[in-house]
C-alpha cells in the first residue's frame, strides 16, 4: 500500500444558504437570532473537500478518513444525518460553539490539538483537508494556522484538483488571479489542501453507508470533548445588516435607445 | 505607537508591484497618518531594486532570490516572517491576494500574532486618548457587515482589492534593505500556469 493516507477533513456548519440571517447579542459576543434552530448544512466549501478525500480514500487502498467538525453536539447531529449518508467516514465531533464570529485561532488551536491527539494517526502520511474558506467567517485562515500547528508547510488553498503519483508525489491545482490555476507538484504527504470546489458531483445518498456511519457517529458525539474558545483581544464594535440602496426614478416616455444610453452613461461613471 | 507594514509582491513579470499591492500601500500611508505612526513597507520579489521606485517614502525592506520567483507556502511564508521581525511591525497590512492569502495566517500565528482577512475598510477611533484601528469585514458570505478590532499584536489584516486607490505618488529615494533570511525550497515545486481556453464553454 505504498499510496495509503490518512485524509483529516476539517469541516464546520453554516445555516443553510436559503435562511435569512439577523444578527443578535448573545452573552458570548454577536450571533445570529434563532441560530440553533436554523438548519444547518456542512460547509459547501469543506464539503467539497470531504467528497474528494472520499474518491482519494477509495482510489488508495488502505487510506482512513476522518472527519473532524466544530460544533453544537445537537447542531452536529442534525447535520450528520445527511452527511453520513454520502461517503464513509469516521466522525471526530469537539462541542463548541457554532457560526462565524468566534475568534479563529482559538478555533484553530482546538481543531489542530485534537488531530495531534487522533488515536492511529499517522502524521508522516497526512493529507489535511478542509474548504479554503468557510460560508460563516469565510477568513480563509483556520486550516492555515492549524497546518501550522501540526508543523506541515506544504500547504495549498482554492484547490480544484490534486492527482496522486505513483511515489507519493502529488499535482496540485489551486486557483488563482484571473480564472487561472497555479499548477504545483510536491513530493509527498503531509500537506495541507484548503478546497475550492473541486470537480466532484456530490454523492447520492447511500443508506447503508449512512448506517455503517452511524454506528460510530452517535457514540463519538456522546464522547465529544467541549473546546473553550477564547476571544483571544477580538471585540465586535458593530455587527448589522448591510444597508439597503435604492434610488429609484420613474420615468416615462424614452425610447430603448435612450435607456441604453444611460446606462452606458452610468456604468461609464462608475 | 503602532508599528506600520505594508507587505507586496511582484507581479507574475517580476517588474512592477501588483495593483493590489498599490491599494494596500495606499491604506497603509492613510492609516500611518491617522495614528501619526512609522510605515515602512516590505517586498516579496525575485529582484527588488528597481520596484522601489515609484513608492511612497518610508523605510523598504526586501527579501528578493530566485527561491520566491513562484509563489509557494514555505517560501512565501519564510519571506514574509522575516520581513515582520525586521521591521517589528505592529500592524501589518497585505493585499488579499492568492500569494499572501496563502501564507499570511500562517505568519501571523509564527509571530504570536492574529489576522482579520478581507478588510473593506480602515478606521481609526478615537477612544478617549487612545486611537484604536477598527476594521469592517463581511460574514455569512456578504450578507452581514461586522466592525471588529483587535488587542492582539502583531494584527494582520488582508485588504479587498478594490477598495482603495492605487498608490501613484512621489518619487521614493529611500534605499531598499536587504533582509537575510535562508529561503528552502522545499519539496513543493510551481510547474506553471494552466489558464482556460478563450472559447470554452463554462456551462
Known amino acids: 500500500m505504498p499510496n495509503a493516507l490518512n485524509i483529516v477533513v476539517c469541516a464546520g456548519i453554516s445555516p443553510d444558504p436559503l435562511q435569512t440571517l439577523e444578527p443578535t447579542s448573545t452573552p458570548t459576543g454577536p450571533g445570529l437570532k434563532n441560530e440553533m434552530v436554523l438548519p444547518a448544512v456542512l460547509d ?15 482510489k488508495n487502498p488502505g487510506s482512513k478518513l476522518w472527519l473532524v467538525s466544530l460544533g453544537p453536539k445537537a447542531k452536529l447531529q442534525q447535520v450528520m444525518m445527511t452527511i453520513a449518508q454520502k461517503v464513509l467516514f469516521e466522525l471526530v465531533p469537539i462541542d463548541g460553539p457554532i457560526g462565524g464570529f468566534p475568534d479563529a485561532h482559538s478555533t484553530a488551536a482546538a481543531i489542530a490539538e485534537t488531530i495531534a491527539a487522533l488515536p492511529g494517526i499517522d502524521r508522516a502520511k497526512l493529507l489535511l483537508f478542509g474548504g479554503w474558506e468557510s460560508a460563516t467567517r469565510g477568513a480563509g485562515v ?13 500547504q495549498f488553498y482554492g484547490v480544484d484538483q490534486i492527482d496522486l503519483r505513483d511515489g507519493g508525489s502529488f499535482e496540485v491545482l489551486e486557483r488563482i488571479e484571473g480564472g487561472r490555476h497555479q499548477v504545483s507538484v510536491c513530493a509527498g504527504t503531509p500537506a495541507v489542501l484548503g478546497w475550492a470546489t473541486g470537480n466532484l458531483a456530490e454523492p447520492r445518498n447511500n443508506p447503508q453507508v449512512g448506517m455503517s456511519n452511524m454506528r460510530t457517529i452517535m457514540p463519538a458525539l456522546q464522547k465529544a470533548k467541549q473546546a473553550t474558545i477564547a476571544a483571544n483581544g477580538l471585540r465586535y464594535v458593530s455587527v448589522s445588516l448591510p444597508k439597503q440602496q435604492r434610488t429609484t426614478r420613474v420615468v416615462k416616455d424614452l425610447t430603448p435607445d435612450q435607456i441604453a444610453a444611460e446606462l452606458v452613461e452610468w456604468i461609464g461613471a462608475e | ?57 518610508a523605510r523598504l525592506l526586501a527579501v528578493s532570490g530566485e527561491a520566491i520567483a513562484q509563489p509557494r507556502y514555505a517560501t512565501d511564508a519564510a519571506a514574509c516572517e522575516a520581513i515582520c521581525r525586521a521591521a517589528a511591525a505592529t500592524i501589518v497590512l497585505a493585499p488579499s491576494s492568492s500569494r499572501f492569502a496563502r501564507v499570511s495566517a500562517g505568519v501571523a500565528h509564527r509571530l504570536n500574532g492574529s489576522i482579520d482577512t478581507h478588510i473593506t475598510n480602515l478606521n481609526v477611533a478615537a477612544i ?21 478590532t483587535r488587542d492582539a499584536r502583531p494584527w494582520f489584516m488582508l485588504l479587498d482589492t478594490g477598495t482603495n486607490e492605487p498608490f501613484a505618488g512621489v518619487m521614493n529615494t529611500t534605499a531598499v534593505e536587504e533582509v537575510k533570511v535562508e529561503l528552502h525550497v522545499g519539496r513543493t515545486t510551481v510547474v506553471g500556469i494552466r489558464a482556460p481556453k478563450q472559447d470554452e464553454q463554462t456551462i
Do not use: C
Open chain 1, 142 to 154: 483556520t486550516l492555515q494556522i492549524v497546518g501550522e500547528r501540526l508543523g506541515i508547510t506544504d
Open chain 1, 44 to 58: 459547501p466549501w469543506a464539503a467539497s473537500a470531504l467528497y474528494e478525500a472520499a474518491a482519494l480514500a477509495a
Open chain 2, 1 to 57: 505607537m503602532e508599528t506600520i507594514l505594508v507587505l507586496t509582491h511582484a507581479d507574475e513579470t517580476g517588474a512592477t508591484l501588483t495593483k493590489a499591492s498599490l491599494e494596500a500601500i495606499t491604506a497603509g500611508q492613510q492609516l500611518a497618518t491617522g495614528l501619526s505612526a512609522q510605515l515602512t513597507i516590505g517586498i516579496v520579489s525575485s529582484d527588488a531594486t528597481h520596484l522601489s521606485k515609484g513608492l511612497p517614502s
Open chain 2, 128 to 148: 478617549g486618548d487612545t486611537a484604536t484601528i477598527e476594521a469592517t469585514r463581511w460574514f455569512y458570505r456578504q450578507r452581514i457587515e461586522a466592525v471588529l
